[in-house]
């Protein structure tokens, strides 16, 4: 899936655009908001879906190259955590939903998009 | 308008900078076989003959007279002048090259006068040497080996380079989080540059992340250092206190001594320091209470052995 689906699909709130936001395929998903439980995974390009808004997600979603980040239940976040996504050039997206919620949608998203009206 | 007998869509444009830096000076032939004015143009003929050359420049004290060719060998034999004094036939209005003419400029003679040969004089009119198309060809491509071993040499410079130990330091202060994570970042950095593979990369990031984040929350600050050779990477993470006081303890999962604040963030589940010997090749910890604690994390760069999940 794309993060145009992703956004659509959860009504997002575009934070940060990341350069390669147009190109980018999202196939793997980690929802934590255990940061050490994120640098444990060995997926490829992740999205991270947490409700952690601190600049420590975007720090450890750089680290385990990420796809970006999508911050659950509409947090506030903190404008300097605006500004490091950019410095790491990290898309970053919130989304008002909770993170049981997100998760259901980005399922569908990932089953094919077929029930995306359901 | 041609400048040049090469067409520049055909020719590498390293010929051609070379064509313009290069002078004549550079690439003419100076070992000069020359004949003196009241020669025979049979001992001219023989002359060419013992040496293999097909042009004889005629001087007399450095200055140039004129030139004798196979051809007009050729035509003295034709005529029967051939053991007639040579200044009595040789052509006086000879074309000749200054030494610090451009190669570019020098070549454009052979098209334009469709001589063989051409003499080349210094400032003060003197005949200094000889250019032929062999020279040319000779010379160029004396200086194009010159340039491969240039780029070459350029090139294992760079390899060196790779090849270095590279070193970097940190230093971690207590409850610092701001600022939680650069060092991990500038590590990673640091090996993507060096074509590192990018699962590999990630394992050392994920560990110098730990590390910090370790020093970070728990310790009184520390320095974490990575030294980087072409095959390994070594992070040093040392601190001034206060120590652990059960290691074995610490290196199990889930257990841990961080505040709710701390795990706030997201850190202080427990996951620090397995996560860095998970990732690890080769894990060490020494620690004592009061003093400090030193953990020692070795990744290979290539071939990494399998990791523990």
Avoid at chain 1, 11 to 33: A, C, K, W
Avoid at chain 2, 197 to 211: F, G, I, N, Q, T
Avoid at chain 2, 241 to 269: C, H, R, Y
């Amino acid at each position: 899936m794309r993060w145009t689906d992703i956004v659509r699909e959860l009504e997002g709130d575009v934070i940060y655009r990341g350069t390669d936001f147009d190109q980018t395929e999202v196939r793997n998903i980690i929802v934590s908001d255990l940061m050490s439980d994120v640098l444990t995974t060995d997926a490829l390009g992740p999205l991270l879906v947490t409700a952690l808004a601190s600049e420590q997600t975007l720090r450890t979603a750089d680290l385990v190259d990420a796809a970006g980040v999508l911050v659950v239940r509409g947090k506030h976040l903190p404008d300097t955590m605006k500004r490091l996504a950019q410095e790491l050039d990290l898309t970053l997206v919130r989304t008002r939903f909770s993170q049981f919620h997100t998760c259901l949608r980005l399922g569908r998203l990932l089953e094919g998009g077929g029930a995306r009206n359901a | 308008m041609k400048i040049l007998p090469l067409d520049p869509e055909q020719s590498p444009l390293l010929i051609f900078d070379l064509l313009f830096k290069l002078k004549v000076r550079d690439v003419m032939s100076t070992q000069l076989v020359t004949i003196t004015p009241e020669a025979t143009l049979r001992s001219a003929q023989q002359r060419m003959k013992e040496r293999g050359i097909t042009g004889l420049p005629v001087v007399e004290s450095d200055r140039l007279l004129g030139i004798v060719s196979m051809h007009d060998i050729l035509t003295a034999l034709d005529l029967g002048y051939i053991n007639d004094p040579i200044d009595r036939h040789m052509p006086r209005n000879i074309v000749v090259l200054d030494e610090e003419m451009p190669l570019s400029l020098g070549i454009t003679y052979f098209d334009k006068y469709r001589f063989g040969r051409f003499p080349v004089l210094n400032r003060e009119k003197r005949l200094v040497g000889i250019l032929t198309t062999r020279d040319i060809s000779a010379g160029l491509l004396k200086e194009l080996f010159k340039e491969v071993d240039r780029l070459q040499t350029g090139h294992e410079d760079t390899q060196a380079i790779l090849q270095r130990r590279v070193q970097r330091t940190s230093t971690t202060r207590t409850y610092d989080f701001e600022n939680a994570g650069r060092a991990a970042h500038e590590i990673k950095k640091l090996l993507v540059a060096r074509a590192v593979d990018p699962a590999v990369v990630r394992r050392v990031a994920v560990a110098a992340y730990e590390l910090e984040m370790n020093q970070i929350v728990h310790s009184n600050g520390g320095t974490l250092r990575l030294t980087l050779t072409p095959r390994v990477a070594e992070l040093v993470a040392h601190d001034q206190g206060p120590g652990i006081a059960d290691v074995a303890q610490a290196m199990q999962e889930g257990f841990t001594t961080a505040n709710d604040w701390i795990k706030s963030l997201g850190f202080g589940a427990g996951m620090g320091l397995p996560n860095v010997q998970r990732v690890s090749d080769k894990f060490e910890i020494h620690s004592a209470l009061r003093v400090g604690t030193t953990v020692r994390s070795i990744i290979f760069l290539s071939n990494p052995p399998k990791v523990k999940k």
